[in-house]
């Protein structure tokens, strides 16, 4: 009994010490493995948000959203692409995960892309520049076909 | 066509050309921040924040996720927005200010120009005023803007616990070093 005792002891003190090391080195992971909590069009996602956004937040902010849409530009620099009509002044933006940015230099404007990412949030057009739905830390999923 | 004529038909072009490209802006403008500690420096980046400049007026302008800061650690990541800034009530922080010598900024001319910014700086739902020293490059068709200031944890309501307390700095350095490109 006294020996079961310890083991138990022993094996809630590795946990413990397991759990506070992750803690303090746990990386943010990719998001490339994650499941998608919403999958949308782009065109769908900016309108949901200039519909409401205190709904389209509940919805989607802060959840791993999978994007399908037009690209309208693509930012090298910053590593960013933007989703969404070329007519309209409301783009999808998604800011690539660093090991992803390497992969824009194969996508053409205009094509059609789905691109996973976590949703930041809305910003209005309150600047005169267009309103934006922001994603970021995204991944380009490999094709499945 | 008298001179008259020629000469105020060419001040309105001029004056057209120059409405035109008053305003520099970018949507992926690059802002920092780092909080050195006994235990673990926190540092964060956000590479999505937007940011408006009337070089006419020297209005200056930044607005950005709180969601958007990306940190290399997880469980960083995650007290920062759940237990520090709150990013679900509070999902902005804003700057809305001017560059006190923007008349000494030649925005036709290629160089770096020290400037000084004022205004009010919003995280987590409260206004501060701050007031930070930058750099304007003009360069291309472009700027750079450049700043660094430090601002104190306290100021903006952020409650550190106290199990924690000794562990977490109480200044944070906000560094900004964002490109802008010429609005339309």
């Known amino acids: ?13 590795i946990a413990a010490g397991v759990y506070a090391y992750r803690m303090y080195t746990g990386k943010v992971k990719s998001l490339e493995d994650a499941d998608a909590d919403a999958t949308v069009t782009a065109i769908d996602l ?3 948000f200039e519909k409401d956004s205190a709904t389209a937040n509940k919805q989607y902010l802060g959840k791993i959203v999978a994007v399908t849409g037009n690209i309208k530009s693509i930012e090298k620099e910053s ?12 783009s999808v933006r998604c800011s690539l995960d660093t090991n992803f940015v390497k992969k824009i230099a194969g996508l053409n404007l205009g094509n059609q892309i789905t691109i996973k990412g976590a949703c930041t949030g809305f910003n209005a057009d309150e600047l005169g520049l267009g309103s934006d739905v922001v994603l970021n830390r995204c991944v380009i999923p490999a094709n499945k076909n | 066509m008298s001179i008259r004529l020629t000469v105020t038909f060419a001040f309105l072009i001029f004056a057209f050309i120059s409405t035109a490209q008053d ?9 920092s921040f780092y909080s050195k500690a006994p235990l673990e420096d926190i540092e964060a980046t956000h590479r999505s924040a937007v940011c408006v400049l009337d070089t006419k007026t020297g209005s200056l302008q930044f607005t950005m996720l709180i969601k958007g800061f990306e940190f290399e650690n997880e ?42 910014v004022t ?27 450049t700043s660094s200031f430090t601002i104190p944890v ?23 070093d964002t490109k802008l490109a010429p609005f339309k």
């Open chain 1, 1 to 13: 009994m006294k020996r079961f005792v310890t083991i138990v002891v022993l094996l809630v003190l």
């Open chain 1, 46 to 48: 900016v309108a949901a």
């Open chain 1, 79 to 90: 590593g960013s692409i933007v989703l969404g009509e070329e007519a309209s002044m409301s």
């Open chain 2, 23 to 31: 305003r520099f802006y970018t949507k992926s403008g690059n802002i």
């Open chain 2, 75 to 116: 469980e960083m990541q995650e007290h920062f927005n759940e237990d520090y800034l709150e990013s679900n009530k509070y999902p902005k922080a804003e700057f809305k200010g001017q560059i006190v010598n923007n008349a000494t900024v030649n925005y036709g001319r290629p160089g770096t120009y020290p400037v000084r």
């Open chain 2, 119 to 145: 205004g009010q700086l919003t995280i987590h739902g409260v206004t501060k005023e701050v007031q930070s020293a930058g750099t304007i490059k003009v360069e291309g068709s472009g700027l750079v803007a």
């Open chain 2, 154 to 176: 306290a100021d903006y309501n952020i409650k550190i616990p106290s199990l924690v307390k000794d562990k977490v700095a109480k200044t944070v350095k906000i560094t900004v």
